[in-house]
């Protein structure tokens, strides 16, 4: 198969075009200004409208007088309440607005939306790695545990030791990453909440990509021991230590160098260690070889950062349509970031399969509330300068936006954070909406390809899984052609459906998923810092 870029070519400079607004549910009263550089004091609209004030694109237009304390409505929804009176064609923004109290967590509608179910999505079908544990990865990574940060540095050398010695010579290996991250010792290890970064790690172990091998990296003296991040007997490990050759994969003893071992003599004997290690774990990945697998396989994280005003109108719908797509198919897809949801929450607990799926949805809310309240914010800590300067006014705004990705399918799943997943469908994770904490969870959860949003812009990117980046305007698309995978502007443009990109997604996973063509993010290897989220103290 050859492999192509999932873009090759800039877009050629859009035309002027006529004033656009776009009005997202009957309701509104304002409406999103589209076009590139926003529009001008005077411009009519098309509704006869005239602009009294610039209003930047992105930004509202208030579309009628809204009167001091009357609420201002975006899709259908409040959005926060005018502190003084607005006259019609006014720009709303951020400073004029009063931000709605969170929706309580009592009297919420329970599982009460039944949608007659969509015919399944059927003859799809992507190469992917096969594990034994009946699990499929869309690439063949060798992946490095390290318990602690301490090692991190000695990691990072044997890495690029065993990049440029060993792997030519495995050419079905795809790439050697060293699961770095801040975590191991001088942390309250016994912690309640400590479970959650312990958990993370173990499971962003065993992530499909990695194809079961699993190599560990220890200092000796950390809080995080091995056999505490991955227990014996769990998993098929049993409890071995300094195994050359194992000989077994995922049912082999655990492969644990211990730099403090007497048996290193000086730095370049701990970095031998990790490179003679990795040979073997090489050797039995490099004999994978790819297999026609149904759709059903994939496990797709679809996460948005760097938003913008067009986020929950041209990129966001078209993930939710390709979301529903991946539903029919019966793949595994997530949403996540608790805080970009709290708003909605009446509108998640609704589309719960059951009421124990939507009592669980209540508890990670809850829980999430709590963790705020001991830092003394709530989720409107959640919004960003850029946030605001791509047309979001707050939180609610930016969360009736960011739902949108999960589609219109049942929620039939939530995981806590760090929790891995066990069932196909559309599963909440919760998680933090940070782009970087959110990744690791999803990782750890088990995504074998991941999905990101972005308006104003990110080159966000993981070592783990392919990233395929979507921009919510058509200026972004042109600016950064490569780095961005789809131009979902095209929907706010004209020039294209929801159902059009989230067709074009969708081909694309499966493309990308094959290992038929490569993301911006690989081509470039922009690869983020794996960030656990961890809510227990630091000692």
């Given at each position: 198969?050859?492999?192509?870029?999932?873009?090759?070519?800039?877009?050629?400079?859009?035309?002027?075009?006529?004033?656009?607004?776009?009005?997202?549910?009957?309701?509104?009263?304002?409406?999103?200004?589209?076009n590139?550089?926003?529009?001008?004091?005077?411009?009519?609209?098309?509704?006869g409208?005239?602009?009294?004030?610039?209003?930047?694109?992105?930004?509202k237009?208030?579309?009628?007088?809204?009167?001091?304390?009357?609420?201002?409505?975006?899709?259908?929804?409040?959005?926060?309440?005018?502190?003084?009176d607005?006259p019609?064609?006014?720009?709303?923004?951020?400073?004029?607005?009063?931000?709605?109290?969170?929706v309580?967590?009592?009297?919420?509608?329970?599982?009460?939306?039944?949608?007659?179910?969509?015919?399944?999505?059927q003859?799809?079908?992507?190469?992917?790695?096969?594990?034994?544990?009946?699990?499929?990865?869309?690439?063949?990574?060798?992946?490095?545990?390290?318990?602690?940060?301490?090692?991190?540095?000695?990691?990072?050398?044997?890495?690029?030791r065993?990049?440029?010695?060993?792997?030519?010579?495995?050419?079905?290996v795809?790439?050697?990453?060293?699961l770095?991250?801040?975590?191991?010792?001088?942390?309250?290890?016994?912690?309640?909440?400590?479970?959650?970064?312990?958990?993370?790690l173990?499971?962003?172990?065993?992530?499909?990509?990695?194809?079961?091998?699993?190599?560990?990296?220890s200092?000796?003296?950390?809080?995080?021991?091995?056999?505490?991040?991955?227990?014996?007997?769990?998993?098929?490990?049993?409890?071995?230590?300094?195994?050359?050759?194992?000989?077994?994969?995922a049912?082999?003893?655990?492969?644990?160098?211990?730099?403090?071992?007497?048996?290193?003599?000086?730095?370049?004997?701990?970095?031998?260690?990790?490179v003679?290690?990795?040979?073997?774990?090489?050797?039995?990945?490099?004999?994978?070889r790819?297999?026609?697998?149904?759709?059903?396989?994939?496990?797709?994280?679809?996460?948005?950062g760097?938003?913008?005003?067009?986020?929950?109108?041209?990129?966001?719908?078209?993930?939710?349509?390709?979301?529903?797509?991946?539903?029919?198919a019966?793949?595994?897809?997530?949403?996540?970031?608790?805080?970009?949801?709290?708003?909605?929450?009446d509108?998640?607990?609704?589309?719960?399969?059951?009421?124990?799926?939507?009592a669980?949805?209540?508890?990670e809310?809850?829980?999430?509330?709590?963790y705020?309240?001991?830092?003394?914010?709530?989720?409107?800590?959640?919004?960003?300068?850029?946030?605001k300067?791509?047309?979001?006014?707050?939180?609610?705004?930016?969360?009736?936006?960011?739902?949108?990705?999960?589609?219109?399918?049942?929620?039939?799943?939530?995981?806590?954070?760090?929790?891995?997943?066990?069932?196909?469908?559309?599963t909440?994770?919760?998680?933090?909406?940070?782009?970087?904490?959110?990744?690791?969870?999803q990782?750890?959860?088990g995504?074998?390809?991941?999905v990101?949003?972005?308006?104003?812009?990110?080159?966000?990117?993981?070592?783990?899984?392919p990233?395929?980046?979507?921009?919510?305007?058509?200026?972004?698309?042109r600016?950064?052609?490569?780095?961005?995978?789809?131009?979902?502007?095209?929907?706010?443009?004209?020039?294209?459906?929801?159902?059009?990109?989230?067709?074009?997604?969708?081909?694309?996973?499966?493309?990308?998923?094959?290992?038929?063509?490569?993301?911006?993010?690989?081509?470039?290897?922009?690869?983020?810092?794996?960030?656990?989220?961890?809510?227990?103290?630091?000692?």
């Amino acid at each position: 198969m050859t492999e192509s870029m999932a873009s090759t070519t800039p877009a050629t400079a859009a035309p002027a075009r006529p004033p656009l607004t776009i009005r997202m549910h009957e309701r509104d009263n304002v409406a999103i200004v589209a076009n590139d550089g926003g529009l001008a004091a005077g411009t009519a609209l098309a509704c006869g409208l005239v602009l009294r004030e610039r209003v930047p694109q992105g930004h509202k237009v208030a579309l009628a007088d809204i009167a001091a304390g009357a609420p201002v409505l975006r899709y259908g929804v409040a959005i926060g309440h005018a502190l003084a009176d607005i006259p019609a064609g006014s720009w709303v923004h951020e400073r004029l607005l009063k931000m709605p109290d969170a929706v309580g967590l009592d009297e919420l509608p329970i599982a009460t939306v039944r949608p007659a179910p969509l015919p399944p999505l059927q003859g799809y079908t992507f190469e992917g790695y096969r594990n034994a544990d009946g699990s499929v990865g869309t690439r063949n990574i060798l992946a490095i545990t390290q318990t602690v940060q301490c090692v991190a540095g000695v990691t990072a050398c044997a890495v690029q030791r065993i990049k440029a010695e060993l792997l030519p010579r495995f050419p079905n290996v795809d790439d050697v990453v060293a699961l770095e991250h801040g975590y191991g010792c001088g942390v309250a290890i016994d912690a309640p909440d400590a479970v959650v970064p312990i958990r993370t790690l173990r499971n962003i172990s065993l992530n499909p990509n990695f194809g079961g091998e699993l190599m560990v990296v220890s200092l000796g003296c950390e809080k995080l021991q091995p056999e505490r991040l991955l227990p014996p007997g769990s998993f098929g490990i049993v409890d071995q230590r300094q195994v050359v050759d194992s000989g077994g994969g995922a049912d082999a003893a655990l492969d644990v160098v211990c730099l403090q071992d007497d048996a290193h003599v000086g730095f370049m004997a701990m970095v031998e260690a990790i490179v003679r290690q990795a040979e073997p774990h090489l050797e039995r990945l490099n004999a994978r070889r790819r297999v026609t697998v149904p759709a059903s396989e994939l496990v797709v994280g679809v996460q948005c950062g760097g938003s913008d005003a067009f986020s929950g109108i041209t990129a966001n719908p078209a993930v939710g349509f390709c979301s529903d797509l991946l539903v029919r198919a019966g793949a595994s897809v997530m949403f996540s970031e608790v805080t970009e949801v709290r708003d909605a929450i009446d509108q998640l607990t609704s589309r719960a399969t059951t009421p124990e799926v939507a009592a669980a949805l209540i508890r990670e809310m809850a829980w999430y509330d709590t963790y705020l309240q001991r830092g003394r914010v709530d989720r409107s800590a959640n919004t960003t300068p850029g946030n605001k300067q791509g047309g979001l006014s707050n939180i609610v705004e930016k969360a009736m936006g960011s739902i949108v990705k999960s589609g219109s399918a049942p929620i039939s799943g939530v995981l806590a954070p760090g929790e891995k997943l066990e069932h196909r469908g559309l599963t909440f994770a919760a998680t933090p909406a940070s782009d970087f904490i959110c990744g690791t969870l999803q990782l750890a959860a088990g995504m074998n390809l991941h999905v990101f949003t972005t308006g104003r812009g990110t080159p966000y990117g993981l070592a783990a899984v392919p990233v395929i980046k979507v921009a919510t305007r058509s200026e972004l698309a042109r600016r950064w052609h490569d780095l961005m995978d789809v131009n979902a502007g095209t929907i706010a443009d004209g020039t294209a459906g929801i159902e059009d990109v989230g067709w074009e997604l969708f081909r694309l996973m499966l493309d990308v998923a094959s290992g038929r063509r490569r993301t911006w993010a690989e081509h470039w290897k922009l690869h983020n810092a794996l960030v656990l989220f961890n809510p227990a103290p630091v000692t």
